[in-house]
């Protein structure tokens, strides 16, 4: 018998327990949430990957000078390599902390990088002009 295969006679104990998007999973304390949560989180991780990465890799290229595009463009995933390895050293200290610290600090760096390039945008318009 396999591992997947349930030796059971019909109708003796109660039905197997089925997965829906809807259900709701207990975390380790204790607390229910709901799988939406992560599916909602998916959708805009994936959303802003696709707007970040195409329009990032398309002003490296025209940016840079013909002789220097694949250095520019190496440099490009150098800089996301690196974002990468600052939030993994940054995760070591959600133990250490109070959630409410640990996600306010990660909150605020978010929101000051949000308002950082509106306040940068006149600035790269006249660095980019040429580019469209």
Not at 90 to 116: H, M, R
Request: net charge positive; hydrophobic share 45%.
């Amino acid at each position: 018998m396999s591992r997947t295969e349930v030796d059971v006679e019909p109708g003796s104990g109660p039905p197997p327990k089925t997965i829906r998007p809807s259900s709701v999973s207990p975390r380790a304390d204790g607390h229910l949430m709901s799988v939406w949560w992560i599916v909602g989180s998916y959708f805009l991780l994936g959303l802003g990957d696709i707007l970040l990465e195409t329009s990032g890799m398309s002003a490296t290229t025209k940016l840079a000078p013909a002789a220097f595009a694949s250095r520019t463009m190496s440099l490009w995933f150098l800089s996301l390599a690196r974002a990468n390895g600052i939030q993994a050293q940054t995760v070591k200290l959600y133990d250490d902390v109070s959630q409410p610290a640990y996600f306010g600090v990660n909150g605020a760096i978010a929101v000051a990088a949000g308002l950082a390039v509106p306040a940068a945008a006149p600035w790269l318009r006249r660095t980019m002009h040429p580019v469209h």
